[in-house]
Nanobody, 125 residues
Framework: QVQLVESGGGSVQAGGSLRLSCEASGFPYSRNQMAWFRQVPGKEREGVVCADTDEFRPIYADSVKGRFTVSHDKSKNALYLQMTSLTPQDTGMYYC??????????????????WGQGTQVTVSS
């Protein structure tokens, strides 16, 4: 059974930083894609970054390029999101997602089969 457990959310002031973690277990596949999405109430879930965990070439949303950095620890099967220069527009519930790596990763909610429970990020001005 695939499990994704996020942690690291919290409240920060604008300009601050946070590091999110996603610990994955139970993957039945030998190669996976993992991603971070975020959502605020009343809006659609949007992709932040995705990457193949073997050929690690992240694809970032334009809104976070240059501010967010994703990394992966194969030994722990963990995905991390270092977020810097946070703005109130980055506020939301952040979700980790995963799927077997069959094609290039996409920042598309429908492309992912497995989801974590989310971790809240709140950025105040």
């Amino acid at each position: 059974q695939v499990q994704l457990v996020e942690s690291g959310g919290g409240s920060v002031q604008a300009g601050g930083s946070l590091r999110l973690s996603c610990e994955a277990s139970g993957f039945p596949y030998s190669r996976n894609q993992m991603a971070w999405f975020r959502q605020v109430p009343g809006k659609e879930r949007e992709g932040v970054v995705c990457a193949d965990t073997d050929e690690f070439r992240p694809i970032y949303a334009d809104s976070v390029k240059g501010r967010f950095t994703v990394s992966h620890d194969k030994s722990k099967n963990a995905l991390y999101l270092q977020m810097t220069s946070l703005t109130p527009q980055d506020t939301g519930m952040y979700y980790c997602a995963a799927i077997e790596a069959i094609w290039a990763c996409r920042l598309d909610v429908g492309a992912y089969a497995f989801w974590g429970q989310g971790t809240q990020v709140t950025v105040s001005s």
